[in-house]
């Protein structure tokens, strides 16, 4: 069975910087990788997807993910944060054949910070 | 498209209560997940259907909870009886078709507090 893990519950950054979440993953077989990102009193949105081909992921909002199979990583990135991505960001992995079931980490809280 | 839809949006109910829980899906998806997010345990998989008929239920916590899928456009999540440590958001989400993993869609939530 698959499993993600999110080291940092918290990650504090100033407005402008740089910013990356961490993410690694564990899994016997291939995998499908998401992040997603969710406001307060929402529902959570899709920011990107990893499936196959280029490593490096490009989603909405200026956020990039590169998949790193030999270390199992999907970090996350974005070169200049602002206050309105102030979020929780969830992690999460399918087993390809899996029958979509996704499987979600802890969450990472980004407070972005003037 | 409106997205996953649920209802109600906030729901306060006295303890031994039954509650329902509803969600309509996004036309043409043929998947649904009902999750529950709490502080303590994160995002929790209750059960999910594939073309109306449950896959994996293994999620549900106790007998309490079940799930319905009459159609492919409304699925409910019931509780009977409803206790205090069901207190939680509870999520509705659908993806499809088919196994393409193009991600799911989220309702915005059913915020359940069982006083």
């Known amino acids: 069975a698959q499993s993600v893990t999110q080291l940092d519950s918290q990650v504090p950054v100033f407005e402008e910087a740089p910013v990356e979440l961490r993410c690694n993953y564990s899994?016997?077989?291939?995998?499908?990788l998401f992040w997603y990102v969710q406001y307060p009193n929402q529902g959570l949105q899709l920011l990107l997807k990893?499936?196959?081909?280029?490593?490096l992921v490009k989603g909405i909002n200026g956020f990039e993910a590169e998949f790193n199979k030999s270390q199992t990583s999907f970090h996350l990135r974005k070169p200049s944060v602002h206050i309105s991505d102030t979020a929780e960001y969830f992690c999460?992995?399918?087993?390809?054949?899996?029958?979509?079931?996704?499987?979600f980490g802890t969450g990472t809280q980004l407070k972005v910070e003037l | 498209d409106a997205g996953v839809i649920q209802s109600p949006r906030h729901e306060v109910t006295e303890m031994g209560q039954e509650v329902t829980l509803r969600c309509k899906p996004i036309?043409?998806?043929?998947?649904l997940f009902w999750y529950r997010q709490t502080m303590m345990r994160g995002l929790e998989l209750l059960i999910y259907?594939?073309?109306?008929?449950?896959?994996?239920d293994s999620g549900m916590p106790e007998d309490r909870f079940s799930a319905k899928m009459p159609n492919a456009s409304f699925s409910t999540l019931k509780i009977q009886p409803s206790e205090p440590r069901d207190s939680a958001v509870y999520f509705c989400?659908?993806?499809?078709?088919?196994?393409?993993?193009?991600?799911?869609?989220f309702g915005s939530g059913t915020r359940l507090t069982v006083v």
């Open positions: 989400a659908s993806t499809g078709p088919g196994q393409g993993n193009y991600g799911y869609t």
């Open positions: 899994s016997s077989v291939s995998v499908y």
């Open positions: 990893y499936l196959s081909g280029s490593t």
């Open positions: 999460a992995v399918s087993e390809t054949g899996g029958g979509n079931k996704l499987t």
């Open positions: 036309s043409g998806h043929d998947y």
């Open positions: 259907f594939n073309n109306n008929v449950p896959i994996d």
